[in-house]
């Protein structure tokens, strides 16, 4: 509990649904997971959108709503795979973490609500594994206008170069320290994009974690993901995730 806890102080962009529903008790069949999973339970939740009634795997645009909440994932969206639009854990701080290197603050600004603040609408989801025991995957979709989109991502791309031996970052007055930022091969479908993992750390707790930013047009996606029940294993956000995701930004647009 103590490792959870931690890790959402230090990663405040997980959500609790994400790290609920790829607890160390979660199926790794492999299987649909129940249509009246978490975003089936969250659709009663103030504020929180009702579950997608498409099949698993169709990806389908919803018809209301801003770009960005068209374009977020829903549950039945991705086989093997819990969604939540829950919302963040109550626990977690809100806002931009502060790094303590000015180079580092693009790295920081994503680990927070939204990937900087430029961002102008964030929807969130949590992304639980069925096929991964533990696996947590935190999904956004941002929109910007393209200049500032394009420029979060040079931002990244030189920060990832310039923070490899790591920088700390404050938020609410807790502080976590971010090592080993190294550069990682991740494909995507998008116009541009920047991968990279690192290893979150504080309290004496410390997890890998991966993150892949993706800019189509003027729409940011951020994915970040960590084992929740093996924090020291290499966590990677899944392809299928990713190609999903993008998928469904691109059907937005179009």
Not at 56 to 61: D, E, I, L
Not at 141 to 170: H, M, N, P, Q, W
Not at 195 to 224: F, I, K, N, P, Y
Request: proline share 6%.
């Amino acid at each position: 509990m103590k490792a959870r806890a931690t890790m959402v102080a230090l990663v405040p962009a997980l959500l609790v649904a994400a790290v609920g529903c790829s607890s160390a008790g979660a199926p790794a069949t492999g299987k649909d997971p129940d249509p009246k999973g978490s975003a089936g339970r969250a659709s009663g939740a103030p504020g929180a959108p009702a579950a997608s009634g498409a099949p698993t795997g169709s990806a389908t645009p919803k018809t209301g709503g801003s770009r960005p909440e068209r374009s977020a994932l829903e549950q039945g969206d991705l086989a093997g795979y819990q969604i939540s639009a829950q919302g963040k854990n109550p626990n977690a701080p809100d806002g931009q973490p502060q790094a303590d290197k000015k180079v580092c603050q693009p790295l920081a600004d994503i680990m927070g609500d939204k990937p900087d603040p430029a961002a102008r609408e964030t929807v969130n989801r949590g992304i639980g594994s069925q096929k991964q025991v533990g696996l947590a995957v935190s999904a956004s979709v941002s929109s910007y206008a393209e200049s500032d989109a394009k420029a979060l991502i040079a931002r990244l791309k030189a920060a990832v170069a310039a923070c490899g031996a790591g920088f700390s970052a404050t938020v609410e007055k807790q502080t976590g320290s971010y090592r080993d930022v190294k550069a990682a091969e991740f494909r995507t479908t998008g116009d541009e994009s920047v991968s990279w993992t690192t290893t979150a750390a504080g309290q004496g707790v410390s997890a890998q974690v991966h993150l892949v930013v993706v800019r189509e047009g003027d729409t940011v996606v951020r994915l970040m993901a960590l084992n929740m029940a093996a924090t020291q294993q290499k966590a990677l956000v899944p392809q299928e995730v990713a190609d999903k995701q993008l998928e469904k930004v691109q059907k937005t647009a179009g």
